[in-house]
Every structure is written in C-alpha cells, then in structure tokens.
C-alpha cells in the first residue's frame, strides 16, 4: 500500500496539476495526503516538513540575492555597468575576471578602491554589506571563487623589471602606472579596447596575492588585450620575476590624500566694462588662449519659465577640441564641464564674469589624470577672466 501511494505521489508530481497550474508542491502534498492512509502519511508528512525547511532556506537565499543586487546598483552599476558589462569600470561580469577574483580580492577592493584611479574606497560601508555585494557578484561565476595563498614569490625583481619594460610597459606603462582612460573605450580611441590597470596602484597590491598575480600573467585574459605568459614567450620563472617585480611597488601602509580641499565653487571677476564691451573681450579672451568661440546663448534657454528672457545675461561658449578630446580619453566624466564656458551678467548696474572652478569639481572624482587636465582648465579660466577685464 505504501509503495502504491508513494508511486501514485510520483505519476501526480510528473503529470499533474503542479506543473499545469504552478500549485505549490507543498499545497499538493497536503491534498495527497487527504487521500492516503494514515499509515502511507508519515513519509509524505515528512517530505513536506523538509520540503518546507527548503522553502524558507531557497526564500531566504533569493531575499539576500536581491539585496546584494539593490547595493550593488546603488553603489557599482554606475561604472560596471547593471550587467556587470562595464564602462567607465572594468566589467565585472567577465569570465576570466572572476577566474582570478577571490573573494578576499573583491573585499579588499571594495574597501581600499583604487587611490587615485576613479575606483573610491568604500571604507564607510558595513562589512555585512560588501559581503551581500559579493555573494552578488557569485552569481554571474561559472565557477567557484578562487582562494589564493599568502604567499610571497621571491624572484629577481631586477630581471622583472627589464621584462617588464619589454613586455609589459606598452600597455601598462613605463613605470606601472597604468594606461590612459578608464574602464571600456567606446567612442574615443586610445588603441585599447579597454584599461590597463595600474600594476604600481596600492589599493592593487594589497588586494592582489603573489599568487593570483601569477595566475593572472600565466593566463591572461580573453576578451581583453592581456596575452597569457605563453604567447609572450615566458617561463615559469619569467613570470616570478615579474610578480617580484610588480610586487616591488608596494609600500608598508596606503596613504590618504585629504578628498577635499578649499576651492571656491566658482570663478568671479568684475569687469569694468559694460556688459556688450565684456562680452567681446571674453571673446577676443578666448581666441588668444587658442580656444574656439561655439556660440552664446541666453541663461535662461531651455528653462520652462514665464518671464522675458533678460538680455544682460549670457553664456558663452568655446572650446579646444584636442584639449576636450584628450580630456574625454582620461575620464568621460569630464565631459560634464566641458566644452567651456563663461557667464556674463549685468546686474544692479555691475558686470560680472563668472565661470565653474575646475578645481573644486575635480576633487569628486578620484582621478590624478583628471586634475592635471582640471589644473590646466583652470589656468585657461583664469587668464581668460583676467584679460577681460583689462
């Protein structure tokens, strides 16, 4: 009898309506059990007691799966893209990324980002968190996380270097520093697909294992312009040295710059001029700098308001497309303050020049590259403000 019913249970599970209608199997175990004897029940009473214990562990595994997504959206998709397809991050979803990714090498770079490099450092987010992230990120692996020793490889660094420099420095620069750019490159070139990292960035080296660093060089990466150690002619003790060599780079503890520093939001200057006069001088200004005159246009253009538009308020607007070019490669972030302009206005009988501090937006981004071109934004914003006005 028990057998019979137990097989009756099979032929209701595999034709039945659980797979027609999406009942619940354990609303269907309660049914069949109504049917059965008392003795035939213990069985499927026990089949729904862990049926049940299942179904709580699989909820529960769904509700912190989606929790990790929710962080990992608020926090990376930005950069890495919803898929982890990448973007101005690398792509995180890549198969032979997360081949070499430990856990352990998640975590310090959530933690530590990448000092000066766009990556910042999540120092302030709970431990509980980056784990939820990172059980995130398990999800788009084929395979198991990998779990690198500590251990440190002792090489000849000196012969690490001289391979470095001629198989390694074309794409990741002469002292380590990485290439240009950041992440994917879609519309402006710069000869990769994609970033090199920065072998010299501390928040790298006290993520990174010898080992994972060995692996990574062995192995390159497909789908990236990494070759493995083999299409590059290496040995096995090529590849130490050039782990001890990398590793050279590391110092004792990573150092902080302060994030912000004291930099006016804005650029004013008062002209002496009238407000038509200062107009042409900015203009005049910024054809000396070698920098393009686009166009001006009214302040309040585009805005949805009632009133006339004032003439005495105008921005204007110019550029040096090589500059903007160049800026775009090092970080596409920048195209938020370019091209370039200056507003003038003419208020309670005062005429004022006023124009972003590249200076003060720089400091969000995390970008060394970035505040050189910054730097020099701001001398052209300068320059142009103080000819002006003479």
Known sequence: MLCTDIQLFIIFIKHGNYFNKSIPIHVMLLKLMNTL????????????????IGIFINQTSMADESRGENLYLE????????????????????DDFLKSASTDYIKQTIRLGRPNRIMPSFYWMPESDIDEIIHYLDSW?????????????????????????????????????????????????????????????QGLLNSA???????????????????????????????????????????QNITHKSLYHEEPASLIEDSPYSFDETVENVKRAITGSNFVHIRNQALTHGFDIETSVNPKQTIIYFCNFSFLYESLKIDPRAGMFLPCRITVIEQNNKVQMMSINPKHLTQLFNNDELDESCDQMYEVYTSILEDASL
């Open 37 to 52: 004897t008392p003795i035939s029940k213990l069985p499927l009473q026990l089949a729904l007691l862990l049926i049940t």
């Open 75 to 94: 926090n990376c998709a930005i950069c890495h893209g919803n898929e982890g397809e990448g973007g101005m991050g690398i792509p995180l979803s890549l």
């Open 141 to 201: 692996r084929k395979t198991p996380a990998p779990i690198w020793n500590n251990k440190t490889i002792k090489a000849n660094k000196l012969a690490g270097k001289e391979l470095f420099k001629s198989k390694c420095a074309s794409c990741h620069g002469d002292n380590a520093q990485g290439g240009k750019g950041s992440g994917l490159h879609f519309s402006r070139t710069n000869g990769l697909p994609i970033t090199p990292p920065a072998l010299n960035n």
């Open 209 to 251: 294992t010898d080992s994972m660093l060995h692996y990574i060089i062995s192995h390159g990466r497909k789908e990236t312009p990494m070759p493995s150690a083999k299409a590059l002619g290496l040995s096995d003790k090529d590849i130490n040295n050039l782990v001890s060599y990398i590793r050279s780079f590391q110092l």
